[in-house]
C-alpha cells in the first residue's frame, strides 16, 4: 500500500501462459455507410504472408467489446487467425446517440457496418479475403445469423451461439417481464411482425453458402431453443453444412466450466478447419 504497486503471485489467471505468448491489439476504425468511424479492436497474427481473420461481434447489443484477456482470440492467433472485434452501432462507451442507432434497427445500419468491417478486412495487404469467418454469441449470434444469410459471399466459415433467428418468434418467447423492453428496443411482434420478418436471417436462409456451427442451450429463456432448431431444420433441408450442438444443462451462456471449454474449444476447431489451409 506504500508503493501502489502490486505483484502476482500466481500464474493460475493464464495458465502459465507467458506475457510475452500473447498477441497484443491494436485499436482501429473503419469508415461505414453513414460517414461514421466504428471502432474495433484488432489483434493481427505473427505470421509471414496473407492470413485468415475472424470478424467478432459481440452481444448486447448495447454492450462493449473491451481489449481485455479473450482466451478464443489468443487461441485463434496461435494457430495464425486474425481477429476484428468490432463496436459497431449500438456498443456503449461511445456515447447515447451512437447507442441508441441499434434500436428498433436490428438487421439494417448494423448490417452495414460488418459489410463495412469485411469490406475494410479485404483491403488489408496481410489478409487472405478468401479466408474470412464471422462469429458472434447471443445478439452477436444474430449477427452471424444475418450475415450469412443477406451477406453470403464473404464468408468462410461461420458460428452461432444462441442467436436469434426469427425476430417474431424471438419476441414471442422471451419471459414475461422482456416483453415491453423488446417490443421498445426490436419491434413488436403483434403489430409489427412484417418488419420484423423483413429483418429476420430465416427470411434469406436459401442464401446460406457458409459451413456454419450451431451452438445452443436447451433450457436458454432469452433466446429459445427453437430460434436455433428452425435454422439449422432448414439448412439441412436445403443440404447446407451444418453442425449443430445442444447443451442440456445450460441456459443462456456457458454456467459450467466443462460447457465452456467443451463450447470455445469446438468453436476454435470448427473455425481454423475452415479458415487454416491444410
Known sequence: TETGKATPVTD????????DDLVDVEL???????S??????????????????????HGGPEAQEKPLYQPLYQYLLSRGIGVLATNIRGSTGYGKSYQRLVQRDWGRGDMEDWEHAVKW????????????????GSYGGFAVLTCVTRLPDY????????????????????????????????????????????RSPITYVENVK????????????????SES?????????LGRDVEYVVFDDEGHGFTKRP????????????????????
Not at 493460475?12 to 506475457?19: D, P, Q
Not at 478486412?121 to 458472434?136: A, E, Y
Not at 432448431?229 to 433441408?237: A, F, N, P, T, Y
Open 12 to 19: 493460475s489467471r493464464l495458465g502459465g501462459l507467458r506475457e
Open 28 to 34: 482501429i476504425s473503419f469508415p461505414t455507410f453513414d
Open 36 to 57: 461514421r468511424d466504428v471502432p474495433a479492436w484488432l489483434y493481427r497474427p505473427e505470421v509471414d504472408g496473407k492470413a485468415p481473420v475472424v470478424l467478432s461481434i
Open 121 to 136: 478486412l479485404r483491403v488489408q495487404d496481410w489478409v487472405d479475403s478468401d479466408r474470412i469467418g464471422v462469429c458472434g
Open 155 to 198: 464468408w468462410a466459415a461461420a458460428v452461432d451461439i444462441f442467436g436469434p433467428s426469427n425476430l417474431v418468434t424471438f419476441a414471442k418467447a422471451v419471459p414475461p417481464t422482456w416483453k415491453r423492453f423488446i417490443a421498445r428496443f426490436v419491434g413488436d411482434p403483434e403489430t409489427e411482425a412484417d418488419f420484423l420478418m423483413e
Open 210 to 225: 457458409t459451413p456454419l456451427l450451431v451452438i445452443q442451450g436447451a433450457t436458454d429463456p432469452r433466446v429459445v431453443k
Open 229 to 237: 432448431d428452425q435454422m439449422v431444420e432448414k439448412l439441412r433441408s
Open 259 to 278: 460447457n465452456e471449454l467443451k463450447a470455445y474449444r469446438m468453436t476454435a476447431e470448427w473455425l481454423e478447419r475452415h479458415l487454416v489451409s491444410t
